[in-house]
C-alpha cells in the first residue's frame, strides 16, 4: 500500500542549474514532456521550480516585445533564475501521501518538489501522480 510520498514520488527528477538559459529549460520541457522543472544549485539544493505556465508567460512577452523571430536567441539569453518562483512549497519523502493530496486539492498545485531536511532535491510529486493512483485504484 503506499502511505508515504517516497512511496509515490519521481526519484531524481530532471531539473536545470540557476544559470541554466530559458531554451534550455524549454528544450527539456518538450523532450521530456513535463510541465515542472526544479531549479537548484550546485550542491543539488533547491533553489525554485519553474513551471510551464511561468515559461509560457516568458515565451509570450518575449515574442510579444520582439516578435517570433528574436525568440531562440532572447531564449538563449534568459536565465532561469531571473524568471524561476521562489514562492513555493516543498514536501518531504516521510510525509503522508493523505496530507500532500488534500494540500493539493486546496492550493491547487501541479506539482511540489520533495526535499531532505537540507532543502537537497530528492525527488518531484505532481497531480499526474495522483491520477496515475487512482486511475490503479479504480481498475
Known amino acids: 500500500m503506499l502511505n508515504t510520498v517516497a512511496d ?5 527528477p530532471f531539473a536545470v542549474s540557476l544559470k541554466a538559459s530559458l531554451k534550455d529549460a524549454h528544450d527539456l520541457m518538450r523532450e521530456k514532456n513535463i510541465r515542472h522543472i526544479p531549479v537548484i544549485d550546485e550542491q543539488g539544493i533547491l533553489q525554485g521550480m519553474l513551471t510551464q505556465k511561468i515559461m509560457i508567460a516568458k515565451v509570450m512577452g518575449i515574442m510579444a516585445t520582439y516578435g517570433a523571430n528574436a525568440l531562440e536567441r532572447k531564449e538563449k539569453y534568459t536565465v532561469v533564475e531571473d524568471i ?3 514562492d ?3 514536501i518531504q519523502p516521510n510525509q503522508s501521501l493523505a496530507e500532500v493530496a488534500e494540500f493539493f486539492v486546496s492550493n491547487r498545485h ?3 518538489p520533495v526535499v531532505d531536511e537540507n532543502n537537497k532535491l530528492l ?4 497531480s499526474s501522480d495522483f491520477v496515475r493512483l487512482a486511475a490503479a485504484l479504480l481498475s
Open 8 to 12: 509515490l514520488m519521481t526519484a531524481d
Open 84 to 86: 524561476m518562483a521562489t
Open 88 to 90: 513555493f512549497a516543498s
Open 110 to 112: 501541479g506539482c511540489m
Open 123 to 126: 525527488g518531484i510529486l505532481t
